[in-house]
């Protein structure tokens, strides 16, 4: 079971930026890799994930905005948050899925992002 370590959320104003950080206790080589958010009183959802093969999903409200990537050499994932708005405070989770598994197993301990106005 890989072990998930978030890092890089805190305060950041409107137009902002943030660089969330997953450090994996696994190779992740052979994982998919993600990124969920919950906003309090709010359901968890996902935000970006990136395939063992790099390719990539967003979800609609962060296109153009966030990125993610991975680096297999240091088992980390990174979510990099530009042009940041007051909807995209919440808790951010990192999440892991084993190649042929159908659910992410996973989970990160979560990192706080708040953005004010």
């Known amino acids: 079971q890989a072990q998930l370590v978030e890092s890089g959320g805190g305060l950041a104003q409107a137009g902002g930026s943030l660089r969330l950080s997953c450090a994996a206790s696994?190779?992740?080589?052979?994982?998919?890799m993600a990124w969920f958010r919950q906003a309090s009183g709010k359901e968890r959802e996902t935000v970006a994930t990136i395939s063992w093969s790099g390719a990539t999903y967003f979800e609609d409200s962060v296109k153009g905005r966030f990125t993610i990537s991975r680096d297999n050499t240091r088992n980390t994932v990174y979510l990099q948050m530009n042009s940041l708005k007051p909807e995209d405070t919440a808790v951010y989770y990192c999440?892991?899925?084993?190649?042929?598994?159908?659910?992410?197993?996973?989970w990160g301990q979560g990192t706080q992002v708040t953005v004010s106005s």
């Open positions: 999440a892991a899925k084993r190649l042929g598994d159908g659910k992410y197993g996973d």
């Open positions: 696994v190779r992740i080589s052979g994982y998919t």
